[in-house]
């Protein structure tokens, strides 16, 4: 019978700082050292260094390297399902201690269409457990937010982003979704010419990722609702006066999603992008984890977001 292997001592002293898990999931999830350098307030080289002593630590490379981008190695990818946990349980335990007495002031910004599904939810959840920080919320275009955001009016805020844009260096990814047509159960407004559609007015990056689709296919269309209120895009919808291109996940009863099968054509995918100012602050940092996990829940379908919920 074999003897369970057991670590050597040396092995078993050995610990990860958090700080420098920390440091690995910034580069993972900026995709540059520079970004990651940015956002955890250190210079590149000691990003590096960093790097440098977890990998001597571990014994094994989690970066794959080159002049233009960064990768994980299969033994980079475990340790990134570590460091999100262990990162998580710390946040876990320091919430458990310091949220009693946590206070302070969020503003907090987001589309509409989340601004109506899904950040009450989240707040709501929110509030229940931290009940001394204040959330302020704005509802905007992306784009705006972007610059409220940038003009230091906002500390957190929420963007619809095409995938293929760039990753600023204070963003992450939170999801990636497909797009999809909304229409209402039993409707025949996607048989009308031209399609009726209700959008948000240009540069709402839904639209332009229908109207690019409808036109590659040579399908004529019309905006017959132009709202950037989405309880009025979508009250459209269940009236079937017209259909709109929105994130798969949500559509719920009375919607359905059409496609190929309906005659139209497929839609490309959008993302969910999050901006947090990465300072000293309790609150701020309380809320983006609390996002951060929201959204992830909602993704595996663990937080109902329906309106009538």
């Keep these: 019978m074999n003897e369970p292997k057991t670590l050597e001592p040396a092995a078993n002293s050995l610990l990860l700082d ?95 269409d989340y601004g109506i599904r899904l950040i009450p939810h989240i707040l709501r959840k929110f509030a229940a457990t931290h009940p001394n920080v204040t959330v302020d919320v704005v509802l905007d275009g992306s784009s705006r937010l972007v610059e409220r955001y940038r003009a230091g009016t906002l500390d957190i805020a929420l963007l619809n982003v095409a995938p293929d844009r760039p990753l600023e260096a204070d963003a992450e990814v939170l999801l990636e979704e497909p797009l999809v047509w909304a229409g209402v159960r039993n409707g025949t407004a996607h048989l009308r010419s031209p399609v009726p559609l209700a959008m948000w007015e240009q540069g709402c990056i839904w639209r332009a990722n229908a109207v690019e689709a409808l036109e590659s296919r040579g399908i004529a269309y019309r905006v017959g609702y132009m709202s ?47 901006m947090a100012r990465h300072v000293d602050d309790c609150a701020v940092a309380a809320v983006a984890d609390h996002v951060r996990n929201c959204i992830a829940d909602w993704k595996a379908g663990r937080l109902d977001c329906r309106i009538a919920a």
Excluded: W
């Design 18 to 112: 958090a700080d420098l898990l920390k440091t690995f999931v910034a580069i993972v999830e900026t995709g540059s050292f520079s970004r990651a350098a940015q956002r955890v307030f250190r210079t590149p080289s000691a990003v590096s260094m960093q790097v440098k002593k977890m990998e001597d630590m571990l014994g094994t490379s989690v970066f794959e390297r080159d002049s233009r981008s960064v990768s994980l190695t299969a033994d980079g990818e475990v340790l990134l399902t570590y460091a999100k946990r262990i990162l998580a349980l710390n946040r876990e335990m320091m919430a458990r201690f310091v949220t009693p007495d946590m206070a302070g002031t969020v503003r907090f910004g987001a589309p509409d």
């Design 228 to 274: 950037g209120n989405y309880a009025v895009q979508i009250a459209a919808v269940e009236a079937d006066l017209a259909i709109a291109p929105i994130p798969a996940l949500l559509i719920e009863e009375p919607l359905v999603a059409l496609g190929k099968a309906n005659g139209l054509p497929e839609l490309k995918s959008t993302q969910i992008r999050m």
